[in-house]
């Protein structure tokens, strides 16, 4: 076995690679080449410093690393890792880490961030004994209904005053977004996944005379139900702000709406998720390492 860079390989040997070790996963995952080329774009991957695992000339194994920022430092985010289901117990990842942690460090990088799915307890094992903790638990939720059975939004009391919606346009006021959300978001969709995103993101704010008191962050094509980003000010909620403003991404939508990593220790967002009709679909815990 030989362990080198990701940037040695092809899209084409990444995708295959991708697909076989995400195979039988707890959540089966099969991407094109096409998609990988935008995740590794709009998650800012590093192929340089995404180190993989090679047995017999193919590739088996890799860890795809992207380049980010989180409190005025730059941060490097796992954004997958894989093993081939032929080549796992043989502590590949833990040898991947070995291989490109000092190079890490060497280049000046300070923390690494992934997030985890809980009961992946292999993974998880594996992380800590590289020095990832756990910092805070996500919460991953989807729409029981679409659309076009009715609607998702329910059980939300609407909006007590009148509100006016407006689109809002790039480069976004970010001071303005983190005034109104209740936590972080994680990597895949902070404020620079956002905008390296493009037109793909659709920003709308609720408005109360002029006064921005709410905003969403969504995929604006209809057959995408991804929310991004959401927040209302802490003086207008439960007023039906965040209802209006899910509904006004439900609207023309073909698929259920769906919001990932969503932090298990504010409460209010979990109960306004059980009341607007979505489930639980999957726990995952976040997890750092000061390299």
């Given at each position: 076995m030989?362990?080198t860079?990701?940037?040695?390989?092809?899209?084409?040997?990444?995708?295959?690679?991708?697909?076989?070790?995400f195979?039988?996963?707890?959540?089966?995952?099969k991407?094109?080449?096409d998609?990988?080329a935008e995740?590794l774009?709009?998650?800012n991957?590093?192929l340089?410093l995404?180190?993989?695992?090679v047995?017999?000339d193919k590739?088996?194994?890799f860890?795809?690393h992207?380049l980010?920022?989180r409190?005025?430092k730059t941060v490097?985010?796992?954004?997958g890792?894989?093993?081939?289901p032929?080549?796992?117990?043989?502590g590949?990842?833990?040898?991947?880490y070995d291989?490109?942690?000092?190079?890490?460090?060497?280049?000046?990088y300070?923390?690494?961030?992934?997030?985890?799915i809980?009961?992946?307890?292999?993974?998880i094992?594996?992380?800590?004994?590289?020095?990832?903790?756990?910092?805070?638990?996500l919460?991953?939720?989807?729409?029981?209904?679409?659309?076009?059975?009715?609607?998702?939004?329910?059980?939300?009391?609407r909006?007590k005053?009148e509100l006016?919606?407006r689109i809002?346009n790039?480069?976004?006021?970010?001071?303005?977004f983190?005034?109104?959300?209740?936590?972080?978001p994680t990597y895949q969709?902070?404020?620079?996944?956002m905008d390296?995103l493009g037109?793909q993101?659709k920003?709308?704010g609720a408005?109360?005379?002029?006064?921005?008191?709410?905003?969403i962050?969504?995929d604006?094509?209809?057959?995408?139900?991804?929310i991004?980003?959401?927040?209302?000010h802490?003086?207008?909620r439960q007023?039906?702000v965040?209802?209006?403003?899910?509904?006004?991404?439900e609207?023309g939508?073909?698929?259920?709406l769906k919001?990932i990593?969503?932090?298990?220790a504010h409460?209010?967002?979990?109960s306004?998720?059980q009341?607007?009709?979505?489930?639980r679909?999957?726990?995952q815990?976040?997890?750092?390492?000061?390299i």
């Amino acid at each position: 076995m030989t362990i080198t860079q990701l940037s040695n390989f092809s899209v084409a040997e990444l995708t295959e690679t991708f697909n076989v070790a995400f195979s039988d996963y707890i959540v089966p995952f099969k991407i094109t080449e096409d998609q990988l080329a935008e995740k590794l774009r709009t998650a800012n991957i590093q192929l340089d410093l995404s180190p993989g695992a090679v047995v017999d000339d193919k590739l088996v194994g890799f860890i795809w690393h992207g380049l980010g920022w989180r409190e005025g430092k730059t941060v490097i985010w796992n954004g997958g890792t894989g093993v081939v289901p032929d080549q796992r117990g043989k502590g590949i990842t833990g040898k991947l880490y070995d291989y490109i942690l000092p190079m890490l460090k060497e280049r000046g990088y300070e923390r690494s961030v992934l997030e985890v799915i809980i009961g992946n307890d292999p993974a998880i094992h594996t992380y800590q004994k590289k020095g990832f903790e756990i910092v805070r638990t996500l919460d991953c939720f989807r729409a029981k209904a679409t659309p076009s059975t009715g609607g998702t939004i329910k059980d939300v009391a609407r909006p007590k005053k009148e509100l006016a919606q407006r689109i809002l346009n790039r480069p976004y006021d970010w001071s303005a977004f983190h005034q109104l959300r209740s936590w972080q978001p994680t990597y895949q969709n902070d404020d620079a996944r956002m905008d390296l995103l493009g037109e793909q993101v659709k920003a709308v704010g609720a408005f109360l005379k002029n006064e921005l008191v709410g905003y969403i962050l969504f995929d604006a094509r209809i057959d995408r139900g991804d929310i991004y980003q959401f927040g209302v000010h802490p003086d207008f909620r439960q007023q039906g702000v965040g209802r209006y403003l899910f509904e006004i991404a439900e609207s023309g939508k073909s698929v259920p709406l769906k919001v990932i990593n969503v932090d298990a220790a504010h409460t209010p967002s979990l109960s306004f998720f059980q009341h607007l009709n979505f489930e639980r679909t999957i726990g995952q815990y976040e997890m750092t390492l000061k390299i």
